[in-house]
């Protein structure tokens, strides 16, 4: 079955580390984004990238960094400058389809920062 | 950027009761999309509707785009219904994939 597939579903790690979530999509989508959800909020928006190799910054990108070397895979990088990291992460992907760009969501990452 | 704003941010509803949920948005948009998130946290696409009306089951859902809203109706509501509702917009002057949440409504279906 295709999907998206996050990992790890749980993390907790000490301020001041980086930390890397992964996302893996083989529904053979060209655009992969993450956001980020606080408690009781809507998601924001911190990165999307449309094709291989290349990314923008979403609303919220300030302490984050990504990548897209492969075009099923965009993994996110929440590093020490990012002063409040937890949070639940969702990665999404999505392919348009006669201008249409439905989402397609990860079951997400809950990181804790202690 | 554009603004997304729902209603009600909570709804309490029996089993077997229908629901009207709403969604204003600021400005222009080209795709607005409708989300269920369960209390797990896995979202689903409910609807892709910038604009006219659809339906799904029980679920039916209209987007005035000139007035700038859109309303999610739940009809013969069930448990299973629970969870939280996200409306999102992407505005025609923003650029591609740049989706937009608004805070959600969360609505719990008592048995």
């Known amino acids: 079955d295709g999907g998206i597939t996050q990992s790890p579903k749980y993390l907790f790690r000490k301020e001041g580390q980086n930390v890397t979530l992964s996302c893996e999509q083989n529904?053979?989508?060209?655009?992969m984004y993450w956001y980020r959800q606080d408690p009781g909020q809507g998601l924001r928006l911190i990165y999307y990238?449309?094709?291989?190799?290349?990314?923008q910054k979403g609303d919220i990108a300030e302490g984050y960094s990504v990548s897209r070397e492969k075009k099923e895979s965009f993994p996110l990088t929440v590093t020490s400058a990012q002063k409040n990291p937890t949070a639940f992460y969702l990665c999404?992907?999505?392919?348009?389809?006669?201008?249409?760009?439905?989402?397609?969501f990860g079951a997400g990452s809950r990181l804790t920062v202690l | 950027g554009i603004q997304v704003e729902q209603s009600p941010p909570d709804l309490i509803l029996q089993e077997g009761a229908n629901s009207t949920l709403r969604c204003n948005f600021s400005?222009?948009?080209?795709?607005l999309q409708w989300f269920h998130q369960n209390p797990w946290g896995q979202l689903i696409n409910l609807f892709y509707?910038?604009?006219g009306t659809k339906q799904n089951g029980r679920l039916s859902a209209t987007t005035v785009a000139t007035e700038r809203y859109s309303l999610l109706y739940i009809s013969s509501s069930q448990t299973t219904d629970s969870g939280v509702y996200f409306c999102?917009?992407?505005?025609?002057?923003?650029?591609?994939?740049?989706?937009?949440f608004g805070a959600g409504t969360q609505v719990v279906v008592t048995p």
């Open positions: 999102a917009v992407e505005a025609t002057t923003d650029s591609w994939g740049k989706l937009q």
């Open positions: 400005d222009s948009v080209n795709n």
């Open positions: 990238s449309q094709i291989v190799n290349d990314f």
């Open positions: 529904l053979n989508h060209d655009a």
């Open positions: 509707i910038p604009s």
């Open positions: 999404a992907s999505s392919i348009p389809r006669s201008g249409a760009n439905v989402l397609t």
